[in-house]
Each structure stands twice: as C-alpha cells, then as structure tokens.
C-alpha cells in the first residue's frame, strides 16, 4: 500500500518511514504540507500518514486541501500530534481524517491504524468494482430490454394488425392525431369514411390501441357479408329456442364478444333499416336484447362504423335512418384515396418493398426512375391495398436490386364507357344457347383470380354490391 508520510521532524519522519517499508508498505517522505500537496497530485496514495503541527500549512489544512480534490475523499487520513486535546482531536474528526494518534508513536496502535486503513482502502475498491460492474450490468440489462420491448411492441402491433401504420403525409398526420384523440374518449361512436383500401379498419384498430398495449377486445363486423335474416343474431346474439337448429343454451353476439373494448362495424350502411334502430338504442341506452330474449343486457362497448359509400346520401334515399346518421356524425374522419396524396405513394412503395423483399429474400433495394414516373401516374382505384397487393406479387414474381416498371403488374386505366363498348364489342351470343349460371360463375371466378382474391376490389369491378358477391361465392 503506497503511504504519504508528512512530518517537519527529520528524525521522526525517517523512523517511521524505515518502521513501514518493513512491514511491506511503500512510503513517500515530506518535511511539510506544500511539498507533500504537490505530491498528492502527482501520484496515488489509499493512506496519508501527517503530523499536525507543522511550519507553514499545518496538518489540518493539508488535510481540508486533500478533501477538495476530486480524489481527496477516498484518501485514508491518519493525523499525528503531540500536543493532544480534545478540541484538535474533534476539529480533526469534522474535517474528515480517518484516523487520530499521539505522539510519541506506538507501534502497536500505528500498526492497527495502517492495517484497519488499508482494510478500509480493499473494501472501498472492491466495493467501487462491484458498483461499476453492477450499473455496466444494469445499463446492457436495460438496453437489452429496451431492445426487447421494441421487439415485442412491433409484434404486438402485426398481431393486433397496426404493423401497417406509416404516417407520411400531412393528411394521415392530422387523420392519425384526431385518431389519437379518440382513442382517450371510449363513448363518443366514430364514422370513419373513405374508399375501399384506404385504410378505414386500420384507423379503427388504432383508435382502439392507440400507442399502448392494450389488451381489450377489438371485434369486427363486416355487415355487407351478412344476409339480413342472420345480422341480427350476429350482432345481439340469441337465447335458447330462439331459432330451430339453433344452439340448444343459445349464443352470444359480437357485442357480448366486444365487452369493455370497441366493436368494429364495417359497411355500415348495408346494415338492414329495421335492424338500425336497434343499433342505435345500443349506442345511446347502452343496452340491447338477444334474440328471443326478454333479459336486458347492459353494455360497455366503444362503437366504430365505416362506409366506403356516400352515407349522406344514403340518408336522402331513406336508406340509413337520418337519427343514427346524426348520432355518428359526432366524430366523423375521412380518409381521402391515394390519387388525392400522391406524397404517400413512393414511401408506402419503399416500405412494401423492403419489407416484402426481406420476408421473401428476395434482393430488391431501389425503385427505378421509370417506376417511379409509372406508379406516380397510376389512379388507384384500390388505394393502398391495391398498392400492398402489387408490390407483394412483384416481389414473389421477380427478384433484382431495382423496382422496375416490368415487374409492375398495373391495370391499365379506361373510363366506364371504355369498358363498355370494349365488352359490347368483343361479347358474341352462341347460336343455340347460352347457360347463364355456369358462365356467370366463371365471370366471377376469373375477376377474383385478377384481384388476387381481393373480394372487395372484385365486387368494385364487377359493380355489384360485396353481399350479392359473398352469396355467389357460396
């Protein structure tokens, strides 16, 4: 242990210099407090051995000197005096020695004092190890969960379905804001409007689990999938004998299902007008009945709706009750097509890309200029699932390190009158005859085989409504 000897008395000094280094300590000499500072901050020493009263800076100086270093407070401080009192011995204490010894030295008690300092200098270092180690471990243990909860976050979000949510333009940003709003306020009910592919139940599921990890139910409806005959058990539910062939204790409905979360009703105006009365006694009573039911149910449910449809105009063709379309219309968000925002359609392109490319491993990393001037001029009648699709087929079809326009698979664009007279004059009538069933059925077959299944964007197509598509298909 490396010990700072500091004593005005030559004879002493070197006593006990020669006493230490024999019992294995390497010593310093200083004949007084200036030269011993200079000293101090020159080399490291655990153990500071003083005299106190001293020509020119006195012990309890160099000892209030040492403590004002940024290494002075780990310095084990033994002062020596001797002309002991009680007042020294307390005034040394209060600056912060370690320890306090009389002239004429005693070895024996010089030898505890050393021992018992150097004990103290081990304790402190390993403690200041352990310490370093303990928040060096604690820092990599955080950055390791940080980078954990990220990860577990993103899933969260791909498996609630908000993977997809990438805000570029200022549109979306003001959109995804009165979103944020709305995810604080549980019972105002939402009318999310907008084209199909657009985005609507992504805005939905957002509105539910905003930025958080939530973990009541988000349970949708897609009412134009439904035949009128069983929406209303869907929806209510139904108790036991309510139907024949129906469960014998009955059934819950999505809004049993939807408890304390958000029920998602999507195309809302193809709910049945007899049936929207009761939906909007659910909205503003908070409760509802099952199907061949007598009992009250109460309900805790945030209701959501979306329309790919003017519902406005719904309203004037007495279509959709005027009472429930004033009661959405409280919070009402439009989501406007891809054509309408064209800022968003090459980020939305890169994004696909280097997604799709990565779960494909496929080696796509640009996008050509000539991509680029193609996919900025292309309308968008499907918006971003139209976009999604087609990158994801260019990426299964095609693998190179640059997008380009003969990997895009785009419709090209024709008014309806084009596709018209392009029908009337390519359609020829057989002489004998003409079974319509099967050759309807493979009208369809073959315009949901160009959407890639997309039932929506087939429906778009074949201008008939999703619910005459969903009875076809069956």
Known sequence: MNILLVDDDKKSRAYLSSFLMDIGHAV????????????????????????????????????????GLPVGHNVSVILMTGYADLQTAIEAMRCGAYDYLQKPIKLEELVIAIDRAAEHQVLRRENEFLTNKFESAVRVAAEATTQELVRLKEAYFQIVGLGDIVIFSDTMKKVYQQAQTLHAERSVPVLIEGETGTGKELVARYIHYGEESVT?????????????????????????????????????????????????????????????????????????????????????VRIICATNVDIEQKVEQGAFRKDLFYRLNVARIYLPPLRERRDDIIPLVEMFLTRFSKEKRKNFKTISKSAVDLLLSYEWPGNIRELRNLIEWAVLMHDDTELKPLHLKLQKAHSQSDHEETASASFVLPP???????????????????HHGNKVQTAHYLDIPLRTLYNRLK
């Open 216 to 300: 009541l139910p988000f349970v949708d409806l897609n009412c134009a999938a439904l035949a009128p005959s069983i929406f209303e058990s869907e929806l209510f539910g139904y108790d036991a004998g309510a139907y024949t062939g129906g469960l014998p204790r009955g059934q819950k409905g999505k809004l049993d299902m939807a408890q304390g979360g958000t029920l998602f009703l999507d195309e809302i105006t193809e709910i049945p007008v007899e049936l929207q009365a009761k939906l909007l006694r659910v909205i503003q009573e908070k409760e509802f009945y099952r199907v061949g039911g007598l009992k009250k149910f109460k309900t805790d």
């Open 28 to 67: 310093a000499e200083c004949p007084d407090g200036e030269t011993a500072l200079e000293a101090f901050q020159t080399q490291e020493f655990p153990i500071v051995l003083t005299d106190i009263r001293m020509p020119g800076m006195s012990g309890l100086e160099f000892l209030r000197n040492i403590r």
């Open 432 to 450: 004998y005859s003409l079974p319509l069933k099967p050759f309807i059925d493979e009208i369809i077959l073959r315009a949901l085989e160009m």
